[in-house]
């Protein structure tokens, strides 16, 4: 079998997981481990606990080669992973003699004086399965091989909920049986390219159709605020193509092709040339400076944030002049390049970025509507540079954007002089 | 129909989603707000974008009542949830003329001088179905009635992918229609509580077994990052109970009943008492900032933010001491109370919050460990007040966990007096 064609399914059981009172990483935790093995999901399934694991994975086993199934396998009454396998294949139980010494020596370890008897459920085994042992829980996994049952051809993994227990379980005992099932000597490729300052129309409108028309590469596209990923899988020379490609187009857009974040970029960029920034920030409020912050090791490159909210601020801390203010307001050109001179000086800094907008949901005008921003670069030695836009969201998509649109200019400017 | 018995199935549509490249966070927001309706979500589905989808379609609307899809609703190839959705229900598609228009004026709205011809086909519906509106993107939602088409009886939203698109339209155009379907007049009984400061524990060992006594109430609790929300479900009288038992416990930890921020409070209390408010960051590096100006209207609270990184930044700009930092270090007692103070004096504001810390992964030593971090609040005429505590988690979780002691310790002052 080809990694390819290896049809996997996740299904999650929980009902925890259907209420919104936990959090279902496993999808994305697993999608991430298995596309590193060139292995990829093609559908993941959630279900209550109870009756619904039977019927959706009926339907699984019919369509995959492969069937994770996550959580139901503890002590209580509405774990029923275990029992839901065995009858979906038409398999009797067992209990497993080795589970139990095991589970017993998990208590012991713990100061139990014994195994609580409801644990017994869980060393129980559809005949021929394999046991998968669990150093950090007390419910084992089970793995049932291709073929074993007569209802399907699927091989199916039993793991535990907890990511404490799933994951290492995953690493050692599911991920060498999928890589045997689909006869992997090593990993596939995928890389996904993230841009900044195009959409996913610029793409459409350029050059979607060559990229559809490279062979064996597939792509896809998912667009955030301000930002854009294209995902590349395919052979070496397919992805080559496509990166050459876009790289044609959108050089001065492309930010990494590692995952590495805007701000992880303009950190290390600016880290390695020992260049230091400040921010002076007013309709984002913080944002930028937090964003930088988030990156380790972001103190080699930020030195001062200034928060200029209110226009005394903008005076007393940044050197912005009253007589601007009353003549154009604090959302302008002017304003915004005196806050980055302001920055520039008062820090000491070889950049400085400023930002002044109308957030909303408050403050706008005809003149000057909701979303209007301006963006300003200070650099030693040249000429400050200030973009406006115009782009009216609610409050928080504002902020993320703009700060998109802040730290692209220093990204551009450091890296590419502009 | 009766609101437990309406069947309710999602499908998140996105190869992204499926890869691990973005963690699908849909169902979980999805399945907290059907609860607080009292509807509850049966099964959840995750497909990549393309032909997966009509299979999962055909399957999800035999079974549901409702089925609420996200994603796929943008303008390039791989978009195909609304021709799916057409073909799954045997309907003709449609330009929507009104859809049209909006998208041109929302690209006019952003300077372009032309909708992109790519984004046309978002304006495809299919005949008789609803248009959504979108305020925050370009790809219009649609709502398909029950019995609209011949292959079943189910109602179909197709939502956009986005969170910041998809949860306002959720709310204003998904729950209404939700709510008739299944019946429901009022939102019926649910209650969130928020609280600061204390964990599920102390429930656990406090009155848990008080709140389990009350007879009628259903109640759980969710733990976030320094913040424990307990949800309270049943009659008038249950709740009142139970709000009256929380009360008496820990009425100084209570922040909120009507899902208020912990920094919604912090504003709200301040504005209407008339108080400014200066920050001085150093590990939280914007963060509190960036978390205040959220708030709408936090411009008449906030007044100066300091991001003060580097030690010059502490000294310039807060008037730090230099002997102080060359004694006891930036991570200490004295120099938290200094920018403190220097943040009040240099903003005139009525009160000003400090923080310094180490954030890691770098920069712990044996003395002063990773996560350890202080904490001040400086006022007018009263002694600045400092806090101390370590709690060593990585990057990101640091700086909430710290963001919150501080404006907990802003909130408790102005409220309380403490």
């Not at 799933?166 to 049986?177: D, G, K, Q, S, T």
């Not at 409108?205 to 990923?229: K, N, S, V, W």
């Amino acid at each position: 079998m080809e990694a390819a064609s290896v049809r996997i399914e996740i299904l999650n059981t929980g009902t925890e997981l259907l209420l919104g009172s936990t959090l279902n990483t496993h999808g994305h935790w697993m999608g991430q481990e298995l596309l590193k093995m060139g292995l990829r999901v093609q559908r993941q399934t959630t279900v209550p606990d109870g009756e619904a694991i039977h019927e959706a994975m009926r339907e699984s086993v019919m369509r995959s080669d492969a069937l994770i199934v996550t959580g139901g396998l503890g002590p209580t009454s509405d774990d029923l992973t275990r029992e839901a396998t065995a009858e979906v294949l038409g398999i009797e139980m067992i209990e497993d003699e080795q589970a139990v010494r095991t589970m017993r020596e998990f208590f012991r370890a713990r100061g139990y004086a014994a195994m609580p008897e409801g644990n017994r459920k869980q060393a129980l085994v559809p005949v021929g399965a394999d046991v998968l042992p669990n150093a950090n829980g007390t419910a084992p996994g089970i793995y049932v091989p291709p073929r074993l049952g007569q209802a399907s051809a699927c091989a199916i993994f039993l793991l535990p909920g907890p990511p404490s227990e799933l994951r290492p379980m995953f690493h050692e005992e599911a991920a060498p049986r999928l890589r045997a099932l689909a006869g992997i000597e090593d990993a596939g490729e995928a890389v996904e390219l993230k841009f900044v300052g195009i959409g996913e129309s610029s793409f459409a409108d350029g050059i979607d159709e060559d990229l559809q028309a490279i062979e064996g590469l597939e792509f896809g596209y998912c667009a955030r605020l301000g930002e854009l990923d294209l995902r590349l899988i395919g052979g070496n020379d397919a992805i080559t193509a496509a990166r050459d490609l876009v790289a044609k187009s959108f050089s001065k857009q492309y930010v990494s092709d590692d995952g590495s974040s805007l701000e992880e970029v303009v950190v290390r960029e600016m880290a390695s040339r020992g260049l230091k920034l400040a921010t002076a920030e007013s309709c984002t409020g913080g944002l930028i400076a937090n964003r930088v912050t988030n990156v380790p090791g972001s103190s080699a490159v930020l030195t001062h944030g200034f928060v200029t909210y209110a226009n005394e601020a903008k005076v007393g801390v940044l050197g912005v002049k009253e007589e601007t203010l009353a003549k154009v307001g604090a959302v302008s050109e002017e304003v915004c390049r005196e806050m980055a001179e302001g920055a520039l000086a008062a820090s000491g800094s070889d950049l400085a970025i400023a930002v002044t907008g109308i957030a909303g949901p408050g403050g706008g005008s005809d003149e000057k509507p909701i979303g209007t921003v301006f963006v300003g670069l200070a650099q030693k030695g040249k000429e400050t540079f200030v973009l406006t836009k115009c782009d009216p969201r609610n409050r928080l998509s504002f902020k993320q954007q703009v700060s998109q649109l802040a730290l692209d200019l220093v990204r551009r400017r450091v890296v590419h002089g502009e």
